[in-house]
């Protein structure tokens, strides 16, 4: 290192005396500009992160030499010449300071990457697995990352015997040529796999545990010595569960036959063990302890007296011992244990020695990474403050609390010992990911005339590192658009206390509204009358005809009821009542219209949450005032809704108010693996609040989830999570309605309640009117990559009765309690599902059913191979969201 300080000062000096100058003049003078000569690839932008602190900076020794440092240390360069130049020598330059200026040989850049010796695997694959690319700067690091990536790739192929070598061949100035020579050696397949010294495991139950595979139709049985170790591992785990826990895998010994003509070599593995007796629990006593008695530890033992000694077990119920001291901030304490064997009986008991200290208290929490999250944003997620007692299930809690934020790709805690005896520092490591968002793209649903609208949103999870959410969103479509403002504050005065408020204006055209119009093929006597579509109690037959069911009526028949229910795909009337798609109110096109509407809507939230045994409980509420504009032609149309008709060219003002409380119990809220969640919400519009609808809203869901397993595989866990949903929602009177008063009901098709076909009742047509609708799910999930992408599997069913006429006439409504599995709409289905809440995306593909009035099943054909017939019930449905449900 002197010797690099005294060659480097030595060229800065040299530099000087070019200028016939006092060697010293540049010390302590501030750089005023750091330039490079012989740049050719590298650009001074991806300089400028390095020396942007240095300049304006007095030049010293120690400076200088970090940042030669710093420029050594980026790899780019084989050589770096330093010199000083006086500003004066720069065009218009400032006359004090001094300019640093470096003369540098670049790293040659690659033109090509070849392989040779490569028969069993192809160059793409190879590619693939390195880290240099044509174009990159070769490094004798890189080259030997390179190396090892591919002997790794090869050994996962089989091949033990591989190496691989590689070298830098630099043919002319621009002619780079990275070449890696490899010598695969013959690829191992395993013929058999035996066992010798085993009497209580079969050879097919050691086999079973074992990773490596024996050569069949559907197995390749390729060998890998990682895999071998690992499965020796696995076969000692085998046998200390069923009590032999001195069972050793003695030795492996392999035999490897060559076959002429073939490039590979086939392997007969033969596995010695040495099983040992098998022993049963004899019991586990305690001394020590005074902290907590026998009992207490004792009940953490769930092996009993006489069990077979199940080792595994065992080390979890030990664990547990453990924890309990740990959990109470005794992180201290020395425990440990005593074997006692009776080889007479073949019984072991043990014997936990405890040596309590006193409990550890948290000196310092620390927080480092979180360059943009301010850390207090960070300790009111944490449930310890500096001076508290160690608590493991605390931290558990603050670590899913920072998961939960969704502002990090990384969260590593640290415990490291404090100052003095007693003390400890908590340390939490943060890797922060983005948190403000915009997006651009397409959004599906919320309209069933144009599924489809552009969309762009800007939303910063985490403005200003301060943990608030702020957010624009744009929403256009030909009957659609909006334009959303949000903000909500998580923790208002330091407290569990969030407060939001949020201002919209939209624009919608809303369709297929029924109105007074004229309806020809149902006239009592007057061909001339102009009837209301929603009273059919005067409308007759005009011809003879059968339903789809069979029945036949006759000219002059009356039509029976309404024409909602009782004539959805019965009626058939020459096609001339027509089938709206799952509309309520299937009336001929011409007696529908439609209306432009226009809204502005401002409103504000709060709510509290409660850290309780039970999970976070969470009492919330929310006022909203919002003015409603409608406007049609009524020279031609009108509406058959009174209220639509009051409200044509006028301003009119719509109140609600929310009341809800949520108990949830998950892990973590955006994707959750275990817990629970139940969720009453009710929204009062109208009533005292006074404004132009009346009406009560109500939801009620309930969720729970449980992880069935977690097994890990190498790097990947093999994780299965089960999920189920009921979710019921209903529309009543308002509050304050009274028999017979239809003051306080009154409600506009947008209100009602709706069957997405994307969150609920997926794969299905999007139906709205709903008076009240039930949607009920049940997943199986598997991540993919946890943190990234999920594979869900789904079985859903769901219900919905519709307003059974005329919108104001809530007595009318049909009521959940009379419905018949005819009525249900089931989905099964299976595809991918994004946690990324940058990109929630999820993609299915689903197969759609129902009952008959016979109660056999109905099979939907679907959008995708279904052979070309529409009627087939062949072919599966896709179903593409974009959006995420969020409580």
Partial sequence: MRLLRCVL?????????????SPDWYLNEPIREIRFEGLRTVTENELFPVIESFIDEPFTEQKFLEL?????AMDLFEQIIPNAVRPEDLPDGPEDGMVL??????????????????????????????????????????????????????????????????EFIQEDEDENIVRFTIDEGAQLSIESIRFAGNQFASDTSLRGVMQLRERSIFNRGLFQEALLEQDKNRIRRFYYEQGYIDAEVVDVSKDVREEPGENRSYLTLTVGVDEGARYTFGGISFRGNTIFSDEDLGGLVRLEPGDVLDLVRFEADYQRVADRYYESGYIFNQITRREIRDEESKTISFEVVIVERNRAHIENIIFRGNEKTKDFVLEREIPLEVGDVFSATKIREGLRNLANLQYFSAIAPETPAGSTEGLMDLIINLEEGSTADIT????????????VSAQIQWQDRNFRGRGQIFGIQATASPVNQRVTFNFRERWLFGRRWSGGLNLSFDRSVINNVPQNARAPLYADGDDDAVPDPYNHEDYVFTKDGTDFNGRTYNAGDRFPGTPSSTAVGKYNLENEYEYLG????????????SYDAYNIRLGANTGYTFRTPLGRFTPRTSISTGIRYLTYDDSIYRP??????????RWRFINTWGLGAALDRRDFIYSPSSGYRLDQQFNFTGGFLGGERHFTRSETTAEVFFTLWDVPLGDWNWKMVLGMQSKLSFILPNFLYSEGDDKYFKIEQSDTLRLDGMFTSRGWSFRSDG????????????????????????FEAAVMREFSSNLANWDDRQRMSDIEKQDWQFTIGTGIRFVIPQFPIRLYLAKRFEYDENGNIDWKTGNLFNGGDSDSGRGVDLVFTIGAEFF
């Fill in 771 to 794: 008076a009240t609708t039930w949607n009920n799910w049940v997943e199986l999930r598997m991540p993919l990559s946890e943190q990234v992408i999920w594979w869900d599997t789904f």
């Fill in 68 to 72: 030669q440092r710093r420029l050594y």
């Fill in 9 to 21: 000062l030595l060229c800065v000096v040299g530099g000087v005396l070019q200028a016939e100058e």
């Fill in 640 to 649: 058959a809704s009174d209220t639509t008709r009051d409200n044509h060219e």
């Fill in 582 to 593: 799952g509309s309520t109110r299937n009336i001929p096109s011409e007696n529908l219209m």
């Fill in 440 to 451: 651009f793209g397409l959004a599906f649903g919320g309209n069933q005339d144009f599924p």
């Fill in 101 to 166: 200026s470096f003369d540098v040989q670049e790293r040659p850049v690659i033109t090509a990457i070849q392989f040779s010796g490569n028969n069993r695997l192809g160059r793409n694959r190879l590619r693939d697995v390195i880290l240099l690319k044509q174009g990159d700067m070769v490094t004798r690091s890189k080259l030997r990352m390179d190396e090892e990536a591919i002997r790794t790739l090869y050994l996962e192929q089989g091949f033990p015997n591989v190496s691989v070598s590689s």
